[in-house]
């Protein structure tokens, strides 16, 4: 059974570096697949974040890619996300979530909740 | 805001059927079947239960079915149940990124 489950600070300061990590099981993240991050406000809904490729290329929504970093970590089977100068609007829950292609997400991780406060 | 529009909610009775619409443009909902549909129970996260318009991944029931017309594409559930009460996204893959729409609340009465 494949399972994703998002660990990281669930406060972080504005203008400072927001840092998830995404550790997946049963599924290796060096097999084919792309590995995305979903946010989800009550304000703005669902929002892709960007993706990183099985083999490490990322690819980034227009909007955030100034200020995203989304990278594999094969040693410890997990994927992490770095989103800079972070303000109240990225308040919000971040999902990760698997592709197997096909243009849809397969399979998400329940989420974890990040303020953006002082 | 979303690129993608859908009606705020929509209602039924149990045995009933409901269709959400999904509308884009020709340069989401009108390319290359690259609609996908996402039930989102509360406290739960979403769960794809359409991709490609119209097919339907493993587990998930028959009584969820999927078309599209023009630049409009719809979820419809057909013999309601209480266990389908929850928010409906589309999503479109363009332009190499994933466009939600703003979601639908189904409910049932």
């Known amino acids: ?27 290796s993240v060096s097999d084919v697949a792309y590995w995305s991050w979903v946010r989800q406000s009550p304000g703005k809904g669902l929002e892709w974040i960007g ?7 990322p690819n980034y929504h227009p909007s955030l890619k100034s200020r995203l970093t989304i990278l ?5 089977n997990a994927f992490s996300l770095e989103l800079r100068s ?8 971040y999902h990760c ?17 990040v303020t953006v406060s002082s | 805001q979303s690129a993608l529009t859908q009606p705020p909610s929509v209602s039924g009775s149990p045995g009933q059927s409901v269709t959400i619409s999904c509308t884009g443009t020709s ?3 009108g390319t290359d079947n690259r ?12 769960k794809v239960i359409l991709f490609q318009v119209t097919k339907r991944p493993s587990g998930v029931p ?11 594409a719809s979820l419809t559930i057909s013999g309601l149940q209480a266990e389908d009460e929850a928010d409906y996204y589309c999503c479109s893959y363009t332009s190499s990124t994933y466009v939600f729409g703003p979601g639908t609340k189904v409910t049932v009465l």
């Open chain 2, 62 to 72: 028959d009584r969820f079915s999927g078309s599209q017309s023009g630049y409009t």
């Open chain 1, 86 to 93: 972070v303000t109240a609007a990225d308040t919000a829950k």
């Open chain 1, 97 to 113: 979530v698997r592709s197997l292609g096909w243009w849809f997400l397969d399979l998400w991780g329940s989420g974890i909740q």
């Open chain 2, 27 to 29: 340069s989401d909902v």
């Open chain 1, 51 to 57: 993706e990183v490729f099985y083999t490490g290329t």
């Open chain 2, 35 to 46: 609609v996908s549909w996402y039930q989102q129970s509360p406290g739960s996260a979403p």
């Open chain 1, 72 to 76: 594999l970590d094969n040693s410890k």
């Open chain 1, 1 to 27: 059974q494949v399972q994703l489950q998002e660990s990281g600070p669930g406060l972080v300061e504005p203008s400072g570096t927001l840092s998830l990590t995404c550790a997946v099981s049963g599924y």
